[in-house]
């Protein structure tokens, strides 16, 4: 029987801030033997000679170059180098997705999340990790919370400055920032400083490479429990209220690596929340009105979920070619043709759709829905308290009704 073999897996070479001389001498025999070394343009360049070897610096854009500059290395040797850990936001992740597990081999060095815990001394489940590499820092704002511990894998030199600029216009002024500079390296630096000195130019020079620790001291956050205070969000009354909004949280029950439809989607509020729940989590917020569209944009970035998807058009025509949802929350327009069948359509098995109406179509269209389904059908009643002259009374809002449908499995 002829057995076939596979390609060999492309080895991703973890290197310190030390450079070569810090790689262990089995890895450089592996990087020195390679047909093909892949490399930052920094890495490739502190690599003694190799005759003959081909060496490639990472394509720009990475993820449009990364695959054809793959497929012309044919079943070439290839060795990647990148920095510490590859595992840790690193090219070692994104090879690994686009090649799978089995073509990939990842031999890293001591990660700088590891360095730097080690020189603040906090524990690795007590800070939690954010990174900024080439992302928007506003991800920073979910993770607010006095006392909080936050190591931050800065793109560049300007991070901190962006980072105290976040904090201080969040009320976060007094947290304070170390800069832990080459870690790892002969030339390892640290500074400290506050978020509101930082921004008054505390700091001279930033190193390039550094990751920032930062010790947050502000107002209580939010919180990760779905039904944050309507107050959180910019609206113009467009808004799936605060305990309607944690009633369709639980049932949507958003889960890490999840994608969340939010048809009708007003402030984005419930995709939002459903962001918030996980780093991971992802959702498409679809809006009709343009105005309300950018609304969603502007809560999404101020709550620490900017890459929220904002689709402006109206469902079910916008609905077309989005990725699937695995849940789906409909808070406006169910009763527009086309709209409930294609949500329910688009669901695969364990999919769960929650339909929120306030008026008599809505609610007729719901209960047909429950009667051809099932799901479970309700209605919500939300009284609060609010001053009746000199008294005080109970002011109902309107009732809502809520259909809530969850594929089997």
Same mark, same amino acid.
């Given at each position: 029987?002829?057995? @076939?073999?596979?390609?060999? +897996? ?13 790689? +262990? ?19 490739? #360049? ?17 993820? @449009? ?35 799978? /597990? ?5 031999? +890293? ?6 360095? !730097? &815990? ?7 489940? =007590? ?9 928007? *820092? ?17 793109? %560049? #030199?300007?991070?901190?400055? /962006? ?7 969040? =009320? ?9 500079? %080459? ?9 400290? /400083? /506050? ?25 209580? =956050? ?22 309607? &909004?944690?009633?369709?949280? !639980? ?15 007003? !402030?984005?509020?419930?995709?939002? @929340?459903?962001?918030?729940?996980? *780093?991971?989590? !992802?959702?498409?917020?679809? @809006? ?24 402006? $058009?109206?469902?079910? %025509? ?13 808070? $406006?327009?169910?009763?527009? *043709?086309?709209?409930? %069948? ?5 669901? $695969? +098995? ?21 009667? &051809? ?5 309700? &209605? ?15 002011? *109902? ?13």
């Amino acid at each position: 029987m002829k057995v @076939e073999t596979s390609p060999p +897996p492309i080895t991703v070479v973890g290197v310190g801030a030390d450079g070569w001389a810090g790689v +262990p001498e089995r890895l450089r025999a592996l990087v020195l033997t390679a047909e093909v070394v892949l490399g930052g343009r920094r890495h490739l #360049a502190m690599l003694p000679d190799a005759p003959g070897q081909l060496r490639r610096a990472w394509p720009s854009p990475l993820r @449009e170059g990364l695959g054809p500059l793959l497929d012309s290395l044919e079943s070439r040797r290839v060795v990647a180098l990148a920095s510490g850990d590859p595992l840790v936001s690193g090219i070692g992740t994104t090879l690994v997705a686009l090649l799978g /597990t089995d073509a990939v081999r990842v031999e +890293p060095a001591v990660s700088s999340v590891a360095l !730097a &815990r080690a020189r603040m001394g906090w524990s690795a489940h =007590g800070c939690a990790v954010v990174s900024l590499v080439g992302r928007d *820092p506003r991800l920073l704002m979910r993770e607010l919370s006095p006392g909080r511990r936050v190591l931050v894998l800065s793109s %560049d #030199a300007t991070t901190p400055g /962006t980072v105290a600029a976040l904090l201080v216009g969040s =009320g976060y002024g007094s947290s304070r920032l170390t800069v832990l500079g %080459d870690l790892g390296s002969d030339t390892e630096s640290r500074s400290s /400083t /506050t978020a509101d000195d930082l921004l008054g130019g505390s700091f001279e020079k930033v190193p390039r490479l550094h990751v920032l620790a930062l010790e947050l001291s502000g107002p209580a =956050g939010y919180g990760l429990v779905p039904g944050l205070p309507d107050a959180a969000f910019e609206h113009d009354g467009q808004l799936t209220k605060r305990d309607l &909004r944690a009633s369709a949280l !639980a049932r949507l029950a958003p889960s890490p690596g999840l994608h969340l439809w939010d048809v009708g989607a007003g !402030a984005g509020s419930v995709a939002v @929340e459903w962001m918030r729940a996980h *780093p991971s989590c !992802a959702a498409t917020a679809v @809006e009709a009105d343009p105005g309300r569209a950018e609304r969603i944009g502007r809560n999404a970035g101020r709550l620490g979920v900017p890459g929220l998807r904002v689709v402006t $058009g109206r469902a079910p %025509d916008a609905l077309t070619g989005l990725d699937a949802p695995d849940a789906v929350f409909v808070g $406006g327009g169910a009763t527009r *043709p086309g709209v409930l %069948d294609t949500c329910l359509e688009a669901l $695969g +098995p364990g999919g769960r759709i929650v339909v929120h109406g306030v008026t008599l179509e809505t609610e007729h269209l719901l209960a047909e829905a429950y009667r &051809r389904h099932g799901g479970e059908l309700s &209605r919500l009643a939300v009284e609060t308290a609010a001053p009746v002259g000199t008294f005080t009374g109970w002011t *109902p809002a309107r009732t809502v009704t809520q259909w809530y449908l969850s594929r089997d499995r």
